[in-house]
């Protein structure tokens, strides 16, 4: 099959979806807006609360609630006391907090949805020596992950380049992929935030309601516009997980590990640091495992005019699986909070 055919498949694919997905109702949604190509200045991330999530009709007895509400949605991992997953569990075995505060949950999903996922790949000078094994991991995370996904690559160096052609914003095929991660020759500095901002930015703008980035760097900011703290600020508006894999060199004095931790912890995803390159397939894997394992919920929160930061908390218990371990976003800035992240303990320099 042609580049040409495969995109063209992926699209179809896409459509369908999208279609199915509706349910019936008519299309509101914008069309996705062509590759931008580079973008040095990354646009603004939304705000990750869902607009008018439609949900069942209430049951007898109850009353009822208007659709075209504001929801909070929440993408969460649970793991037993070994580290395996734990499939299998009910909307009853789940607590959401919000500020300490118990929260009625709306949304309750256990299935395998595809998701929106950015691939960023540092293609700095310093990565010369790593390209072929992160290449082959980037392949073997999409073997792993939902077919349905849509997936982007951003490479960045000096500046941010996306890796698929102008006017093709996703790819769900292996080999559009691997173009798109070869696509940049690896020289420069490393402008990780902007890359950061930009991938959250191009992931709002997929059709699906869950959306991820896995980051591949070997080393800290450099040379972007924009501050760690602005970064901090746009993911706890967005609803994107965020999985990084840092190569770190102790003698480098731009690495910063602390930032990119906190950043996983913030929205709910995991840091790895591997000790050797050839680990790098293993842990995309784990990471595709990971995303494909996770459940949704979602709330509806009281929001009462406050614009603030708030924390969010979620509990599992279940008989015979022990004590489990969830993993969520740790909270998210209100709609009308200012473009400041919250201070929870770590800002600044990180190391």
């Not at 949805?113 to 073997?140: F, H, N, Q, W, Y």
């Not at 800290?220 to 516009?225: I, K, L, W, Y």
């Not at 509990?315 to 699986?321: I, N, Y």
Request: aromatic content about 6%; overall charge neutral; hydrophobic content about 35%.
């Amino acid at each position: 099959m042609t580049r040409r055919g495969r995109l063209f498949g992926c699209a179809l694919l896409a459509g369908a979806i999208a279609l199915a997905a509706q349910d019936g109702e008519p299309a509101t949604s914008k069309p996705v807006p062509s590759n931008p190509g580079t973008s040095p200045s990354p646009p603004p991330v939304p705000f990750f609360l869902s607009p008018q999530i439609p949900q069942p009709p209430p049951p007898p007895g109850k009353a009822d609630f208007s659709t075209d509400v504001d929801m909070v949605l929440l993408d969460v991992s649970v793991r037993d006391s070994k580290g395996g997953f734990v499939g299998g569990l009910k909307r009853g075995d789940f607590q959401i907090f919000e500020n300490g505060r118990p929260q009625p949950i709306q949304t309750f999903n256990t299935e395998d949805a595809p998701v929106t996922v950015g691939i960023l790949v540092d293609s700095s000078r310093s990565m010369r020596s790593k390209r072929r094994e992160v290449i082959t991991a980037a392949e073997s995370f999409v073997k792993i992950s939902n077919p349905r996904d849509e997936i982007f690559v951003i490479n960045f160096d000096d500046k941010i380049s996306f890796g698929l052609p102008v006017g093709t914003p996703f790819a769900c095929q292996i080999p559009d992929l691997r173009d798109a991660l070869m696509s940049s020759p690896l020289d420069g500095r490393t402008a990780l935030y902007d890359a950061v901002l930009a991938g959250l930015a191009h992931a709002s703008e997929g059709k699906n309601l869950k959306k991820v980035l896995l980051l591949v760097t070997d080393g800290g900011d450099n040379q972007s516009t924009h501050s760690f703290d602005e970064v901090l600020a746009a993911a706890q508006k967005s609803n994107a997980t965020i999985y990084v894999i840092g190569f770190f060199d102790v003698a480098d004095q731009d690495q910063n590990p602390g930032m990119l931790r906190r950043l996983a912890k913030e929205t709910g995803g995991s840091f790895y640091q591997p000790r050797q390159v050839n680990d790098i397939v293993e842990l995309a894997e784990q990471v595709a495992r990971d995303i494909r394992a996770r459940y949704t919920l979602g709330y509806i929160p009281a929001l009462n005019g406050a614009s603030r930061y708030r924390t969010l908390k979620v509990m599992a218990s279940a008989p015979g699986h022990g004590r489990l371990r969830v993993k969520t976003r740790e909270g998210y800035l209100a709609p009308g909070a200012p473009a400041e992240a919250a201070n929870t303990g770590l800002r600044g320099s990180v190391r």
